[in-house]
């Protein structure tokens, strides 16, 4: 049984009078984790307080088991990160770059574990470039490269996508996953891209105002969100949603063609209401079927309840 | 000495002392340290007029490039966040610390050594009545005694980088800024200056400057060094012995205290 990747409990970070983290109470434990939020919900903060950068108000955190407080050199050891605007070396080769950092994580074989870590991200060829003359994509690929160098047991990813053409977002999709899933390597992704997340990721943390406001599986939430919302198809959509909007149990009621969308409010017997309304205002019923949405959909009304 | 450390250090030498850092240190040095050859000559009285206030200047320049190069180590690597990445890796907060200020301090300390070491040896090589201008007008008249001045010279200087390092180190971590920090520093330098130029050089407090203070270390210690172990006569004039402790003390006791505090902040700087 592997250790979760982070356990935070009652944190507290904050900066003056604002808030970053707000008595967190967490466990993450994904092979693929993604947080999103809003910014200033607390995303980098909760990242900085698990690499030791800033030090909670108050609680503890452990990461792969390890205290963050009293152990942070052991947590270090085991993490590959890419903070959120890295700042590296100009003056340096990439490959000088890794090398350096290879022998700071005590990387047996530095020079080959730099050319392998280049080669993954695409930068191969530009290796002996000073890191001053680089794009700010490549830029970005090299963070990727020096978090991935030594193939870490956890890999944390502040904005990973960010300055990425399209191409470069793929890649770094493509990393995650290989690594995920044929290295058996876990990740902790924040980013602000849901397709991203959706894609890749197997648990999802929403956060606001220094909380997690919710957590879970992209399909959970999903299915949370969305699983009281349907689609009924029926021979006249009008007279079956006026009638519907008069049941206490309906949410709200929209119209989408010939469909009725409708939302309850609680979990009810659809099909047996349903079928019970047509009836009473005579109405053939074609089509039930629940609205599954996106992430972004879920994002909004977890952020913007009704 | 572990490989991380050696790693650590390696790394600050080569990322801060790249171009044009280096070379515009050096540059400004050598200007320096011509100057001072130039008026060491004999026939050089015009050119000693000329270029008097820029070798006077000599220690500001020492201070002052000192303080840019911390700045950039500390302040400027928290702005970029260079240190964030860093910290990143299997290295504490301690030996980052360490790393960066030893591998600067020295090689800060190399530069302008080797540049006080050339000018010694031209000084040496065209034989004039020795003047070692750079702290005041303490003049030799014995060639032979200027290893012993060499030698203090270097150790003032030893005594001015370390304060100016601590100080722009502290700065440094409290503003978390490169460019305000240098502006703070040179509010005091030159503050300071002004005030114990204010109060004129007939108290200690005025020896709390860095145009008095290294000069007192330099004269006092120099007219010990010839009253102690030579029979030539040399007199201090006003300056007592509490006024080169004030001086001492001030670079020394000063450059300790901003260092401490610089550790100890950097073990809790919050780095978001």
């Known amino acids: ?306 | 000495m572990t490989g991380k450390f050696r790693e650590l250090i390696a790394w600050e030498l080569e990322e801060n002392w790249d171009f044009p850092v280096l070379e515009l240190i050096l540059a400004i040095t050598i200007i320096q340290v011509l100057s001072l050859v130039t008026l060491a000559r004999d026939d050089a009285d015009l050119l000693a007029n000329i270029s008097r206030p820029l070798w006077s200047s000599m220690v500001f320049v020492f201070a002052i490039s000192a303080a840019v190069v911390f700045g950039r180590s500390f302040g400027e690597s928290i702005e970029r966040r260079k240190l964030v990445v860093l910290l990143s890796y299997p290295v504490s907060r301690v030996q980052v610390f360490v790393a960066k200020f030893l591998s600067n301090f020295l090689a800060t300390l190399c530069l302008f050594g080797s540049a006080l070491f050339v000018e010694g040896i031209l000084l040496y090589m065209f034989k004039p009545n020795v003047y070692w201008l750079m702290f005041g007008d303490t003049w030799i008249m014995e060639v032979g005694n200027a290893p012993f001045i060499w030698g203090l010279m270097f150790f003032t200087l030893l005594l001015v980088v370390f304060f100016a390092s601590s100080l722009m180190t502290f700065l440094s971590l409290m503003v978390k800024r490169f460019g305000l920090s240098v502006l703070i520093f040179l509010i005091y330098l030159f503050g300071m200056e002004y005030w114990a130029g204010a109060v004129g050089n007939r108290v200690p407090q005025a020896y709390l400057s860095l145009s008095l203070g290294p000069e007192s270390i330099v004269r006092y210690l120099t007219a010990w060094y010839v009253n102690t172990f030579t029979e030539n006569y040399m007199g201090t004039g006003a300056l007592t012995v509490g006024f080169f402790l004030t001086g001492f003390c001030y670079l020394l006791m000063g450059g300790l205290v901003f260092l401490l505090a610089s550790l100890i902040l950097s073990q809790r700087i919050d780095l978001d």
């Open chain 1, 1 to 306: 049984m592997k250790e979760p990747v982070v356990e935070f409990k009652g944190v507290t970070k904050r900066f003056g009078k604002v808030v970053a983290l707000d008595d967190l109470t967490l466990v993450i434990n994904g092979r693929v984790n993604g947080l999103i939020g809003p910014n200033g919900a607390g995303k980098t903060t909760l990242i900085n307080t698990m690499m030791g950068f800033t030090r909670p108000n108050a609680g503890t955190i452990h990461v792969l088991g390890y205290d963050v407080d009293s152990e942070l050199n052991e947590v270090k050891k085991r993490i590959g990160v890419l903070p959120e605007r890295p700042g590296f070396p100009g003056t340096f080769s990439a490959e000088k770059f890794l090398v350096r950092v290879a022998r700071l994580r005590g990387i047996s074989k530095p020079h080959k574990s730099a050319r392998e870590a280049l080669d993954v991200v695409g930068l191969s060829e530009a290796g002996d470039r000073r890191i001053r003359t680089y794009s700010s994509g490549m830029y970005q690929r090299l963070g990727l490269a020096q978090a991935i160098l030594g193939e870490p047991e956890l890999i944390i990813l502040d904005e990973p996508a960010a300055n990425l053409d399209p191409l470069g977002r793929v890649d770094v999709l493509r990393i995650v996953e290989s690594y995920s899933k044929e290295r058996e390597v876990r990740f902790l992704l924040s980013t602000h891209i849901l397709y991203d997340i959706e894609k890749v990721c197997d648990w999802v943390g929403i956060m606001d105002s220094g909380r997690m406001r919710e957590q879970g599986s992209v399909e959970e939430l999903i299915r949370k969100y969305f699983g009281l919302t349907y689609s009924i198809v029926v021979s006249d959509p009008q007279v079956f949603g006026a009638e519907l909007a008069k049941t206490k149990y309906v949410k709200s009621v929209a119209y989408r063609g010939i469909a009725v969308i409708v939302t309850f409010k609680a979990s009810v017997d659809v099909y047996e209401e349903v079928i019970r309304l047509a009836k009473k205002v005579q109405v053939r019923v074609e089509d039930v079927r629940p609205v599954l949405g996106s992430l972004d959909e879920v994002l909004r009304r977890v952020l913007i309840p009704d």
